[in-house]
């Protein structure tokens, strides 16, 4: 049974880049799309990007100009960076893979990470 | 941007009602229509993708229909454990992206 766990400090300072991993067990990174969500306290869910296995990515456009996605397979890893974080980047960061494997096709999130919170703040 | 408005914002209900949770979309959409459930210090959940399928092991009472613009969500008879925030989630072709609902919240009258 696939389990995501994500990591990374809970404690940024505005301008600092947020940096976090998903660890992938139970079941291969391949074939699959994977995805960054993140819920601020108090309000809904946002979607941030996704990464396929291979590589390719696609960002919301609303933080592509701050966001970077990497994988690394070998370690059935992937991660997050966002770049000068705000106050407003304060969330409960999830990890989740699409539901449906194979390349350009999408539905929704079937497996889910517990969530990390991420509080920025001077 | 496709943007999606649930409806209402809260719901409150007693276990044992029928509950019906509305997500209108700005466009017209495909099919790739997901709804999940959130509870507090816990991970989202899906239910319902592709507007109507229900998820590996999600009960009979969760039900989702609906096209072109206006979905739903139905709980036929509310348990317990059914109170909690519902999420709507669109899939658009262009630009390739997932967009959420504000959400629903779904509480115990």
């Known amino acids: 049974q696939v389990q995501l766990q994500e990591s990374g400090p809970g404690l940024l300072k505005p301008s600092e880049t947020l940096s976090l991993t998903c660890s992938v067990s139970g079941g291969s990174m391949t074939d699959y799309y994977w995805n960054w969500i993140r819920q601020p306290p108090g309000k809904g869910l946002e979607w941030i990007g996704y990464m396929y296995y291979s590589g390719s990515t696609n960002y919301s456009p609303s933080l592509n100009s701050r966001v970077t996605m990497s994988v690394d397979t070998s370690k059935n890893q992937f991660s997050l960076k966002l770049s000068s974080v705000t106050a407003a980047d304060t969330a409960i960061y999830y990890c989740a893979r699409d539901r449906v494997p194979g390349y350009n096709v999408h539905d929704a999130f079937d497996i889910w990470g517990q969530g990390t919170m991420v509080t920025v703040s001077s | 941007e496709i943007v999606l408005t649930q409806s209402p914002a809260t719901l409150s209900l007693s276990p044992g009602e029928r509950a019906t949770l509305s997500c209108r979309a700005s466009q017209s959409l495909s099919i790739y229509l997901a709804w999940y459930q959130h509870k507090p210090g816990h991970s989202p959940r899906l239910l319902i993708y592709?507007?109507?399928k229900r998820a590996t092991g999600i009960p009979a009472r969760f039900s989702g229909s609906g096209s072109g613009t206006d979905f739903t969500l139905t709980i036929s008879s509310l348990e317990p454990e059914d109170f909690a925030v519902y999420y709507c989630?669109?899939?658009?072709?262009?630009?390739?992206?997932?967009?959420f609902g504000q959400g629903t919240r779904l509480e115990i009258k």
């Open positions: 592709d507007a109507s």
């Open positions: 989630q669109l899939r658009s072709n262009w630009p390739p992206m997932y967009t």
